[in-house]
């Protein structure tokens, strides 16, 4: 199958854009025709609606009272008022669609729309906790990582036990999040709790993005709340992830699962039975401009890590690119994450050049005017790759070597060779450096010494020809400019 190509967007600031072009209401239910069409023309294969579940109002004061984010909203959004904060999406109160965005019935019809034109809905999992506003909290508090006095990052409820103290979802490195209450992976209740909220949120999409899925591996939950100990012995011992997921796909066995992970635990995730997982690693070097960093990390890995990332230059959680890399720098680095092998992931606002990154919290955003030169580079990559090789494999990174004695620039290099079903192959090369760099690479093709072959780069003017014996004896010589990203199709000439 095609590598996916996933569009994710921010769901609740979408529909309200859409309302005030429209001038009135716009849910999942209305969204217009256009839209469609344009992710239907760019290849988008996956609609990833980011924040469509229901937020509470305990969640919401959370919001609107926090000092770093109200600086973030002044900052996004000048002259914002409560009413344009809706609380955090990863706060969530139910697994229920509002009724605002469209409720159940606007959210199955705008999957079926999808399915029509060939593109499949993912939806946000969030595993490691639930918002203040859930059921859970009043009901069933025995779920919940808690304490039998008040600690940091705890806030109080009543229980059948009496008062306890439910501690606020977090990861390890950071301070608890105070609009969550966090799930106790401990308690074999709450995994199975967990597992049919996941299982529901399954049957409504064809996809499921687990949000922070690493905090849940056995031995970093233990870390994180080791100082929270169980009144009485745990017994959930084996890792929550490959059973939850068999569960699904034992139901849907072509639901796909992308995992947020970082810390290097993106292989444990995989072998748990995700799909996918982020690549993390690739997004920070690229913009860190370190061009050797890149190779060594994509090279150094396996191939089926490579196939099994995602690939991203920005999300919801990362800043813009546009406001990071220069438009050549961004153009080179944009091929990169679309010409690997594996899940490839743009963002909306980033092929406009969008440079405010906009608070999760936030239910309407401002309008930022199209950057027409980052607009051309994705128009340009979108328009090219689905009449190539690229993401329909298989495909292959490449390792380059010195062109001459004393060259150092083939570490500046990302290669991937595509093979198409024909006699054809492309080759997707990329110079991340500021500079001109040069290489030579050993192309892996069967049959390449018995033809003459057709070199064009299908992104300019260049097109050569090349004796398929050179080719398989001394390989392909590269001389890329500074940023320079081609992508070559090869063709045998008769």
């Known amino acids: 199958m095609p590598d996916p190509l996933f569009y994710e967007i921010n769901t609740r600031c979408w529909l309200r854009a859409l309302s005030d072009q429209a001038g009135a209401s716009v849910t999942l239910a209305t969204v217009p025709e256009t839209e469609i069409a344009a992710w239907q023309r760019l290849g988008f294969s996956h609609i990833w609606l980011m924040g469509v579940w229901t937020t509470g109002p305990l969640a919401r004061t959370e919001a609107l009272k926090h000092p770093d984010l109200r600086k973030a909203y002044d900052e996004v959004l000048p002259g914002w008022t409560d009413a344009d904060v809706a609380g955090s999406p990863y706060a969530i109160a139910d697994y229920q669609v509002p009724a605002a965005l469209g409720g159940e019935s606007g959210l199955k019809a705008f999957r079926e729309r999808l399915a029509r034109q060939g593109m499949k809905l993912i939806l946000d999992f969030v595993p490691n906790h639930l918002g203040l506003d859930h059921a859970w909290v009043k009901d069933r508090p025995e779920l919940f990582v ?136 690739l997004r920070d070097l690229l913009i860190a401009r370190d061009a050797g960093g890149v190779q060594r990390h994509l090279l150094g890995i396996s191939a089926d890590a490579v196939a099994r990332s995602a690939h991203f230059l920005e999300n919801h959680d990362e800043e813009r690119i546009a406001g990071i890399l220069s438009p050549a720098e961004h ?36 309008v930022e005017p199209c950057q027409a030169d980052i607009q051309a580079i994705y128009e340009q990559w979108l328009k090219l790759l689905p009449a190539t090789a690229v993401g329909r494999g298989p495909g292959s990174l490449l ?54 072959w057709s070199m064009k780069d299908l992104a300019g003017l260049e097109e050569y020809t090349r004796s398929g014996a050179e080719l398989q004896n001394q390989g392909l010589y590269l001389d890329l400019p500074a940023h320079g990203a081609q992508l070559f199709h090869f063709q045998p000439i008769r």
């Open 331 to 366: 153009r080179a680095a944009a091929l990169v994450i679309l010409g690997l092998p594996g899940l490839r992931f743009l963002h909306e606002g980033q092929l406009g050049g969008a440079r405010l990154k906009i608070p999760v919290q936030l239910a309407r955003r401002g």
């Open 146 to 281: 808690q304490s039998p006095t008040p600690a940091p990052g705890t806030f109080r409820q009543s229980t059948p036990a009496g008062p306890r103290w439910l501690a606020c979802g977090k990861d390890p490195y950071f301070p608890a999040w105070s609009d969550t209450v966090q799930v106790d992976y401990r308690r074999p209740a709450a995994r199975t709790a967990m597992i049919q909220l996941l299982q529901s949120v399954a049957g409504r999409c064809d996809g499921v993005r687990c949000d922070m899925a690493m905090l849940l591996l056995n031995d970093v939950f233990a870390r994180t709340w080791e100082r929270f100990p169980l009144a009485d012995p745990p017994t959930a011992t084996e890792e929550f992830w490959p059973g939850a997921i068999s569960s699904v796909k034992a139901a849907q066995p072509k639901v796909l699962f992308l995992a947020e992970a970082y810390w290097g635990l993106e292989g444990r995730l995989r072998a748990q039975g995700f799909d996918y997982t982020y690549d993390k690693m």
């Open 399 to 452: 390792e380059p070597r010195a062109a001459w004695p004393g060259n150092p620039t083939a570490q500046n290099f990302v290669l991937v060779q595509w093979q198409s079903q024909g006699p054809g192959f492309d080759v997707v090369a990329v110079n991340l450096a500021p500079h001109r760099s040069q290489c030579y690479v050993t192309l892996s093709i069967a049959g390449l010494a018995a033809s003459r």
